[in-house]
């Protein structure tokens, strides 16, 4: 669902359901004394649900390319499936689980419209880099703008290329 809905309306309904009208967000504030709303840990959480679909298809890709026999061959020494996912499995798609995490996180830190409908744009609270470039594009503040514009490049260059020397490497 995340990548067919536009940021904006699911950041939207997930603010509605971190709100402490909403059960989810008055159940959390009760018991746990937590508030996600306008909160950088409700951003985050929202970034996260947003970027599923980033981080599934390269484990799916990792999973289905695993021979069978390697799951058979521990099912038949007992091991159980849980053993068999994090000593068998996971270990051999280390390569997929790098990829899906850089390409989360990638996605995250470029997230604009559930950050703003989520967290807000509080400075010193819930302002990101992606919110601070568009503050100082309105402002009409370029070289300020360069600078976290620059910033973002780098790191997404830096995670393509950890991407695919890691790819490299595994096939």
Same mark, same amino acid.
């Given at each position: 669902?995340?990548?067919?809905?536009?940021?904006?309306?699911? /950041? +939207? !309904?997930?603010?509605? =359901?971190?709100?402490?009208?909403?059960?989810?967000?008055?159940?959390?504030?009760?018991?746990?004394?937590?508030?996600?709303?306008?909160? +950088?840990?409700?951003?985050?959480?929202?970034?996260?649900?947003?970027?599923?679909?980033?981080?599934?298809?390269?484990? &799916?890709?990792?999973?289905?390319?695993?021979?069978?026999?390697?799951?058979?061959?521990?099912?038949?020494?007992?091991?159980? =499936?849980?053993?068999?996912?994090?000593?068998?499995?996971?270990?051999?798609?280390?390569?997929?689980?790098?990829?899906?995490? =850089?390409?989360?996180?990638?996605?995250?830190?470029?997230?604009?419209?559930?950050?703003?409908?989520?967290? /807000?744009?509080?400075?010193?609270?819930?302002?990101?880099?992606?919110?601070?470039? !568009?503050?100082?594009? &309105?402002?009409?503040?370029?070289?300020? =703008?360069?600078?976290?514009?620059?910033?973002?490049?780098?790191?997404?260059?830096?995670?393509?290329?950890?991407?695919?020397?890691?790819?490299?490497?595994?096939?």
């Amino acid at each position: 669902m995340p990548m067919v809905l536009p940021p904006t309306v699911l /950041g +939207f !309904y997930i603010l509605v =359901a971190y709100s402490p009208q909403h059960a989810f967000g008055k159940t959390l504030e009760e018991w746990f004394d937590v508030r996600l709303a306008f909160s +950088f840990t409700g951003i985050l959480i929202a970034s996260i649900l947003c970027s599923l679909p980033y981080m599934i298809q390269p484990l &799916q890709n990792g999973l289905s390319a695993l021979p069978v026999s390697l799951r058979e061959a521990s099912y038949t020494m007992g091991k159980s =499936a849980t053993t068999t996912f994090f000593k068998v499995l996971l270990p051999n798609i280390r390569g997929s689980v790098i990829t899906a995490v =850089a390409m989360t996180f990638a996605h995250c830190i470029g997230e604009f419209g559930i950050v703003l409908m989520v967290g /807000g744009n509080m400075p010193g609270e819930t302002r990101v880099a992606s919110i601070a470039l !568009y503050d100082e594009v &309105q402002a009409l503040n370029y070289s300020a =703008a360069n600078q976290y514009a620059l910033i973002l490049f780098l790191i997404s260059f830096v995670i393509l290329t950890v991407i695919y020397s890691i790819n490299k490497k595994t096939n």
